[in-house]
Nanobody, 126 residues
């Protein structure tokens, strides 16, 4: 059974940084990508960033470009999200997602991902 375990969330002041990690275990397939989504209170879950597992190619939401960096360690089956210059609008529960070998849709959209983590809270105070 595939498990995605996120860590690194917490509280930070505006302008600060956090690094989220997500470790995948139990894979029996070749994944194409891993991604991060977030859901703020009262809002829909939205795409933040993704990374091609083989290529390492990154994909970013406009809100993340220039501030967030996604990376992965294939040997550890772990994806990271370095978040800089955080502001109050970044406050949300952040979810890690694994493609699970799906080929339809795109890394920017939820249907591309088969497995999800439980979420980790990020709170940015101004």
């Amino acid at each position: 059974q595939v498990q995605l375990v996120e860590s690194g969330g917490g509280s930070v002041q505006a302008g600060g940084s956090l690094t989220l990690s997500c470790a995948a275990s139990g894979r029996t397939y070749s994944t194409y990508a891993m991604g991060w989504f977030r859901q703020a209170p009262g809002k829909e879950r939205e795409f933040v960033a993704a990374i091609g597992w083989i290529s390492g190619s990154p994909y970013y939401a406009d809100s993340a470009k220039g501030r967030f960096t996604i990376s992965r360690d294939k040997a550890k089956n772990t994806v990271y999200l370095l978040m800089n210059s955080l502001n109050a609008e970044d406050t949300a529960v952040y979810y890690c997602a694994d493609n699970g070998g799906r080929t339809k849709s795109s890394p920017y959209s939820e249907p591309y991902y088969a497995y999800w983590g439980q979420g980790t809270q990020v709170t940015v105070s101004s």
